[in-house]
């Protein structure tokens, strides 16, 4: 789950997710079935899978229902066949949305996507219309209080493994890498005792709307859950930010 660059912005949604665990099983679960189809059983050489089982061990998922999603995926049991699809359009406030899907009804789910964006101030797009306003990086994110190195001592260490950039964005460090070498950087940081509070391969905007009024950030909002909440998407991407202080009068903080 991803909805932008900017950390301080995901966490009212992540906190709301990870209280829908069964949901959030049964997402983590497509992700392991389509990267053990695509890329084989084995994590050892199969990275997408790896990373897909080790954000379900983080989710506490239970071992036998990774193993059973593993199967499915080999094809050593039956089980449902899905689609990968990535889908484009605009929300609220010109915001460019990316939502990626795993379906087993490509149609049925074209729909639903469509009527949540256009019931929610946005439309449904052209494939293309805004991906390219994204760029496919790795993203580390630890938050300063967890970080355990310094700041120039954590910088060296990730640029040392491979890393392209760090920032501090509002409480936290925001490391990237391309997505060939996010592995070896992640690892540098965990074998340093630096535990990152997020860590996957996303869609980083180029450029970002910026919303300062709490009725557009409301309905960005909005629809942002709507879209999660869906089955059938795995994760939306956007590229909007909204001010630390106004992220917090809306979560209530």
Request: negative net charge; glycine residues 8%.
């Amino acid at each position: 789950m991803s909805g932008h660059s900017k950390w301080a912005n995901i966490k009212r949604r992540k906190a709301k997710v990870d209280e829908q665990r069964g949901k959030v099983f049964t997402k983590l679960g497509r992700e392991i079935i389509i990267a053990a189809k695509h890329g084989g059983p084995d994590p050892s050489g199969n990275m997408r899978l790896k990373m897909a089982i080790q954000k379900a061990k983080e989710a506490n998922m239970p071992q036998d229902t990774i193993t059973r999603a593993i199967q499915r995926g080999s094809g050593d049991i039956e089980g449902v066949s899905y689609e990968e699809v990535v889908y484009e359009g605009y929300g609220p406030s010109g915001v460019a949305v990316l939502i990626n899907i795993a379906t087993d009804n490509r149609n049925r789910t074209a729909g639903e996507i469509r009527h949540i964006l256009s019931r929610n101030g946005g439309n449904l797009g052209e494939s293309g219309c805004v991906s390219w306003m994204f760029n496919r990086r790795g993203l580390i994110v630890v938050p300063v209080e967890d970080a355990k190195l310094s700041e120039d001592d954590l910088m060296m260490l990730a640029l040392e493994a491979g890393a392209e950039d760090m920032r501090t964005e509002e409480g936290s460090y925001e490391i990237t890498s391309e997505p060939d070498d996010f592995e070896t950087v992640r690892k540098a940081l965990t074998d340093a005792g630096v535990q990152p509070a997020e860590a996957e391969i996303t869609m980083i905007p180029q450029t970002t709307v910026e919303i300062t009024n709490e009725e557009d950030a409301l309905k960005v909002l909005r629809l942002m859950d709507l879209l999660e909440d869906h089955d059938d998407v795995q994760s939306v991407t956007a590229n909007f930010e909204i001010p630390e202080q106004l992220m917090d009068a809306l979560s209530g903080e």
